[in-house]
């Protein structure tokens, strides 16, 4: 079993009637997701050249939903040219049976079934000035579109980016709307994904986060990290931890790194925060990350932190000195 959510997280984050954020998320200071076109050195910073999100609706929810691309195109202002733009990237939204429980859906890598379910909607995008730096949407659909998950109280949809030609690289966001022409977010709603393939801030005073949710089950970690290129370091905060260092990689090059989890840090988020150098200035670094537990399964990366974001709290830390 390649998952880890189970239904008491999603009760907590629908119980605390939680709204979406863009994705990346507003918590997650992360400029754009990144993904490249299939000619693309991986020492660009793309692993597989794809990249999948998994977006969650309220059951209660009844009312037409819209899948919104910004800059969805490959080109123009945003994007990152590698000597001219020729870059095909294709979106596709999946709904339906195994759109989410196909285990090859919630992989790292895109391979096997890892476009299950039914294709609801699928476009593709070269250089086109009409999607520079604005939307493209999906929609209207009924939420019942997406495949019923009982445990997690709702209907879950997938859209998968994958670069089909070139070698630029394309960056953009999503957004969950009530709305095709405004960003209107829906109760309760939120997504997350299993790997996370992102831009890096260029202004070394910014820091990025991920939020991996860690229940009761988890005992140990594995982060693993590519093409990093040694641009500062990647630190873990917590309830219980002020800051636990993680292996980095450089150019093209998958690293990784463990450590155990506090009885205080389960069923709570974890902060990885990814901290830039301050010299020499390193500029368009993208960056790939997953996390796994003891049984080698991968821990959610939710756009909204679970709980909240984490804030070591000192009490624990005074208390555990006065046991020994």
């Given at each position: 079993?390649?998952?880890?959510?189970?239904?008491?997280?999603?009760?907590?984050?629908?119980?605390?009637?939680?709204?979406?954020?863009?994705?990346?998320?507003?918590?997650?200071?992360?400029?754009?997701?990144?993904?490249?076109?299939?000619?693309?050195?991986?020492?660009?910073g793309?692993?597989?050249?794809?990249?999948?999100?998994?977006?969650?609706?309220?059951?209660?929810?009844?009312?037409?939903?819209?899948?919104?691309?910004?800059?969805?195109?490959?080109?123009?202002?945003?994007?990152?040219?590698?000597?001219?733009?020729?870059?095909?990237?294709?979106?596709?939204?999946?709904?339906?049976?195994?759109?989410?429980?196909?285990?090859?859906?919630?992989?790292?890598?895109?391979?096997?079934?890892?476009?299950?379910?039914?294709?609801l909607?699928?476009?593709?995008?070269?250089?086109?000035?009409?999607?520079?730096?604005?939307?493209?949407?999906?929609?209207?659909?009924?939420?019942?579109e997406?495949?019923?998950?009982?445990?997690?109280?709702?209907?879950?949809f997938?859209?998968?980016?994958?670069?089909?030609?070139?070698?630029?690289?394309?960056?953009?966001?999503?957004?969950?709307?009530?709305?095709?022409?405004e960003?209107?977010?829906?109760?309760?709603?939120?997504?997350?994904?299993?790997?996370?393939?992102?831009r890096?801030?260029d202004?070394?005073?910014?820091?990025?986060h991920?939020?991996?949710?860690?229940?009761?089950?988890?005992?140990?970690?594995?982060?693993?990290?590519?093409?990093?290129?040694?641009?500062?370091?990647i630190r873990?905060?917590?309830?219980?931890?002020?800051?636990?260092?993680?292996?980095?990689?450089?150019?093209?090059?998958?690293?990784?790194?463990?450590?155990?989890?506090?009885?205080?840090?389960?069923?709570?988020?974890?902060?990885?925060?990814?901290?830039?150098?301050?010299?020499?200035?390193?500029?368009?670094?993208?960056?790939?990350?997953?996390?796994?537990?003891?049984?080698n399964?991968?821990?959610?990366?939710?756009?909204?932190?679970?709980?909240?974001?984490?804030?070591?709290?000192?009490?624990?830390?005074?208390?555990?000195?006065?046991?020994?």
């Amino acid at each position: 079993m390649n998952r880890i959510i189970f239904t008491v997280v999603f009760l907590i984050v629908i119980s605390r009637h939680l709204f979406p954020q863009p994705v990346p998320g507003d918590d997650e200071n992360i400029p754009y997701l990144m993904t490249f076109g299939t000619k693309a050195q991986k020492s660009w910073g793309d692993d597989d050249f794809s990249q999948t999100f998994f977006f969650l609706i309220p059951e209660s929810f009844k009312n037409p939903v819209y899948f919104k691309i910004f800059d969805a195109d490959i080109g123009g202002t945003i994007d990152e040219m590698n000597g001219t733009f020729d870059t095909q990237m294709t979106y596709s939204l999946y709904g339906g049976k195994e759109a989410y429980s196909n285990i090859d859906a919630q992989g790292t890598d895109p391979v096997g079934k890892y476009k299950s379910g039914n294709l609801l909607a699928t476009k593709s995008f070269g250089v086109n000035p009409r999607y520079d730096n604005s939307w493209y949407v999906f929609g209207p659909f009924n939420p019942t579109e997406g495949e019923y998950v009982k445990r997690f109280g709702g209907y879950i949809f997938k859209i998968v980016c994958d670069g089909t030609s070139g070698d630029d690289g394309n960056m953009y966001r999503y957004f969950l709307s009530t709305s095709n022409t405004e960003n209107k977010a829906i109760e309760g709603a939120f997504a997350f994904a299993y790997e996370y393939s992102f831009r890096m801030h260029d202004n070394p005073k910014e820091v990025s986060h991920i939020y991996p949710y860690v229940d009761d089950r988890t005992i140990t970690v594995k982060q693993m990290n590519f093409d990093w290129d040694k641009d500062g370091f990647i630190r873990v905060v917590s309830v219980a931890r002020k800051g636990q260092m993680c292996a980095t990689s450089n150019e093209d090059e998958w690293v990784s790194s463990e450590f155990k989890i506090l009885d205080e840090e389960k069923n709570t988020s974890l902060d990885f925060q990814f901290i830039k150098r301050q010299s020499p200035a390193v500029k368009n670094n993208n960056v790939v990350i997953n996390v796994r537990n003891q049984y080698n399964e991968l821990l959610p990366f939710n756009t909204i932190p679970i709980g909240g974001v984490p804030k070591y709290k000192y009490g624990i830390e005074v208390k555990k000195v006065e046991k020994k």
